[in-house]
């Protein structure tokens, strides 16, 4: 792969799996690599791992490889199994360990296997040319170990039960690929929709997240990870339609969006303290540390634990109302709740909640 280590995504390691299958079953050909083409066009070349051949089907395997952003499928392997058919054509099916799509709203439909449009067609194409002769191809995509890696992503969140799903739109994965990473957090979104839910729970993360399901009860499709792409997420939320939607979690992340900065990363925007400290004083709550000169706080959270009950409530009120104004400063959207909790999950403070 290129210079900044990129990696493959898993409809990369499919189709190069299906092509080596193939080319074993139809010509006798035991690759130990085969060349794909991306959806852009370039032409990479992806090793295979392992080649099985019988009379009437080929076995080949890929191992998955995710470039400097490691995630669950690092080292995975991809597997596909082709057999011929009496029927003209290319048929792509889903094997033990890729998941069952069963909620609407994603790219594939209720009942078929979660492989994306996109990782489908590049398998279609990769096998294409072994398919002259009378008859066609079943392609099977399965994943050793797959149901149990599903359990770390957001699968049984989106109702794709069953193991992992196949995906890629350019084939490549690149280090730190923004695009990417809301490319599996905006289905929860459209499935949400597409399911019916009127009001949405927007939440950094897992504290957010468990604090939503304990202090309001809502259906959990009615519940989505942004992680650090508030912007992104609530833009989309808005073009969706919903109801109400509710942003929802830990001041540490969602009072950045007080100074503009609606991408959260660490990397790319200040720690929210000074935002917090700043509206502290604006609205006479006492300095946070105490009555003694201590420092402040160089935490959210410190923040918090330094504050009673009326003064805490009183400051982070008043953050929520800021947070929401800066929302509707970005959007124009008026009917947005904020909704703030401690680590614990529990209520610090709030604007527009119901």
Not at 257 to 269: E, M, P, R, W, Y
Request: charged share 20%.
């Amino acid at each position: 792969m290129d210079a900044g280590r990129e990696g493959i995504t898993t409809g990369t390691c499919a189709a190069a799996a299906a092509r080596a299958a193939a080319g074993a079953l139809t010509r006798g050909m035991a690759a130990d690599s085969v060349d794909i083409t991306l959806p852009a066009g370039r032409l990479i070349t992806i090793k295979i791992a392992a080649v099985t051949c019988q009379d009437d089907w080929a076995r080949a395997t890929v191992i998955k490889y995710a470039g400097a952003d490691r995630d669950i499928t690092d080292g995975v392997e991809i597997t596909a199994t082709v057999r011929r058919t009496n029927n003209a054509g290319i048929t792509v099916r889903g094997g033990p360990g890729v998941g069952m799509v069963t909620l609407a709203g994603l790219q594939v439909p209720v009942g078929q296997h979660a492989i994306n449009p996109v990782p489908r067609h590049m398998i279609e194409q990769a096998v294409a040319e072994f398919t002259t002769g009378p008859g066609g191809l079943e392609i099977e995509i399965s994943v050793p170990g797959g149901e149990e890696l599903a359990r770390q992503t957001y699968n049984p969140r989106l109702g794709i039960l069953g193991g992992i799903s196949i995906l890629g739109t350019t084939g490549i994965v690149r280090p730190m690929c923004r695009k990417a990473l809301l490319c599996s957090l905006m289905p929860a979104l459209d499935v949400a929709r597409a399911n019916g839910i009127g009001e949405i729970f927007l939440v950094p993360g897992n504290i957010g997240r468990k604090a939503v399901l304990e202090n309001f009860a809502p259906d959990p499709l009615a519940v989505a990870e942004v992680s650090n792409f508030p912007g992104a997420m609530l833009e989309h939320a808005f073009r969706l339609g919903f109801d109400r939607v509710v942003l929802a979690g830990h001041p540490g992340k969602l009072a950045k969006l007080i100074g503009g900065h609606f991408n959260t990363d660490s990397a790319v925007s200040p720690s929210a303290v000074k935002n917090v400290l700043e509206i502290a004083r604006e609205n006479h709550v006492p300095p946070p540390g105490g009555e003694h000169g201590q420092a402040a706080p160089v935490t959210i959270e410190g923040i918090i634990d330094s504050l009673n009950h009326p003064e805490r409530k009183k400051l982070f009120n008043a953050v929520a109302a800021a947070v929401k104004q800066a929302v509707f400063a970005r959007f124009g959207v008026q009917d947005l709740a904020v909704w703030l909790c401690d680590m614990q999950g529990r209520e610090v403070g709030a604007c527009g909640i119901k």
